[in-house]
């Protein structure tokens, strides 16, 4: 029976312990603060938002918002950002992403102070994961580890294969299995036979983006499977990259979709607007 890998409750035990902290820093009368910024009123986007901004209030980090219009320019966008850089009661900026198409995302999150860069996007946060510094860190490749580490599985000696090298999930995830010491191949479009590669890893990271991809044709006996994905069926009903179903008896340990990797994103983020008092 495969051990289901509860992100909810993990990420409600993360929630916890940051409300504690940030109740200590009160009684030292700091407040985290986090600046949302989100451009237009794309559905999705706004989900996500208000869910941002729902755990600042359970955990007590005070939130700004931005609710910009849709046309905004991009000089309009940087300058607020700018803004906020300058403002020393904002420790975070978030942007929610995407951005509309005449607006450069990779413009905004240069613009971002790094010491602000509670999404961990900018080249600076980016550069100082990959060589080990302490910072802020992508919130859901941070979350697969805190998956893990809280799900005790080891990391350290084990074959991970990690399936994307998106620049939010794939590439960073891979560089944060590395820095537990996990043997890491990073996979792509391009990958001949992923069948065979896939079937290699104890640890197998799916995030490619297509509804179901992984069946238990790619996955060894006994490996733990985390699904990154996130999909609306053809019933609306939530689906991850692995067709759960088919997988769940072949493995040690799989997390569901809803309820696995989706939950740890928003507590990571909270984890780096905590953090962000100590950087800014
Ligand atoms: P992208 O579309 O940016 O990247 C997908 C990656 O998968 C690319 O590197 C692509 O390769 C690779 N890929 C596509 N098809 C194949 C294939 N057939 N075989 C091997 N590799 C393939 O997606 P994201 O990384 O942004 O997101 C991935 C998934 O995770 C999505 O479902 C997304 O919704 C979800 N997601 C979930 C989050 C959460 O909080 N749970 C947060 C962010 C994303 P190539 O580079 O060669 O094109």
């Known amino acids: ?12 035990q993360i929630k916890d312990e940051l409300r504690d902290e940030v109740t200590a820093l009160k009684e030292q009368g700091i407040i985290p603060c986090l600046a949302v910024i989100q451009v237009g009123n794309d559905p999705a986007s706004s989900v996500y938002v208000n869910n941002k901004k729902k755990a ?12 910009l219009e849709e046309s905004v320019s991009q000089e309009e966008l940087l300058e607020l950002i700018e803004k906020l850089n300058k403002d020393d ?31 961990g996007f900018h080249p600076e946060t980016v550069g100082n994961m990959c060589i080990g510094t302490e910072g802020f860190l992508p919130c859901t490749p941070a979350g697969v580890i805190q998956l893990l580490k809280r799900s005790g599985i080891e990391i350290a000696g084990k074959e991970c294969v990690v399936v994307g090298r998106s620049n939010i999930v794939g590439k960073p995830m891979a560089m944060l299995l590395l820095r537990e010491n996990g043997t890491v191949t990073i996979t792509h479009s391009r990958t001949q036979d992923l069948k065979e590669v896939t079937k290699r890893a104890d640890i197998l990271v799916v995030a490619l983006g297509k509804p179901k991809f992984i ?41 569901p979709v809803p309820g696995g990797v989706g939950p740890m994103t928003i507590a990571m983020l909270m984890d780096n607007c905590v953090k962000s008092v100590l950087h800014s």
């Open 1 to 12: 029976m495969a051990q289901l890998i509860d992100g909810k409750l993990i990420s409600t």
């Open 56 to 67: 600042c209030a359970y955990i007590g980090i005070e939130s700004l918002s931005y609710e």
């Open 89 to 119: 009661k904002v420790n975070g900026i978030l942007v929610q992403l995407p951005l509309p198409k005449h607006i450069d995302e990779n413009a905004v999150i240069h613009a971002i102070s790094p010491a602000k860069d509670v999404d």
């Open 215 to 255: 069946t238990k044709d790619y996955v060894k006996e006994g490996a733990v499977v985390i699904d990154v994905g996130i999909h609306r069926n053809e019933n609306n009903k939530l689906c991850g990259d692995v067709d759960f179903d088919d997988v769940v008896d072949k493995v040690s340990a799989i997390t």
